[in-house]
């Protein structure tokens, strides 16, 4: 079975750290992008940034400074850093394997998903 595993979510303050992995389990990373998506109680789903296969990143404009993606291919594992929380970071958090390479904001392009872990940010 193809999928992500998450870890590292949890609770921090504001101006905090934390890091998620995700982990391809059942597959591997060597030719797909991975996307970051967020969704928050009541709110649709949002494009955090992607990492494509080549390692270019993007992330979104509100976190460029503040959020960093990486990966290594040996560990078919991608991680996104963020730094500098605010509450409004809270939400559950996806990574998610776009097969075409792409980095797309459309979250109907990825076809792999992670089980989304918890990030909350405490004011």
């Known amino acids: 079975q193809m999928q992500f595993v998450e870890s590292g979510g949890g609770l921090v303050q504001t101006g905090g750290s934390l890091t998620i992995s995700c982990t391809a389990s059942g597959f591997r990373l060597d030719y797909q992008a991975v996307g970051w998506f967020r969704q928050a109680p009541r709110r649709a789903r949002e494009f955090v940034g992607c990492i494509v296969n080549g390692g270019g990143t993007h992330v979104l404009d509100s976190a460029e400074d503040r959020f960093t993606i990486s990966r290594d291919k040996s560990k078919n594992t991608v991680w996104l850093q963020m730094s500098g929380l605010k509450p409004e970071d809270t939400a559950v958090y996806y990574c998610?394997?776009?097969?075409?390479?792409?980095?797309?904001?459309?979250?109907?392009?990825?076809?792999?998903w992670g089980q989304g872990t918890q990030v909350t940010v405490s004011s």
């Open positions: 998610a394997a776009e097969p075409r390479d792409r980095c797309t904001v459309h979250h109907q392009a990825y076809d792999v």
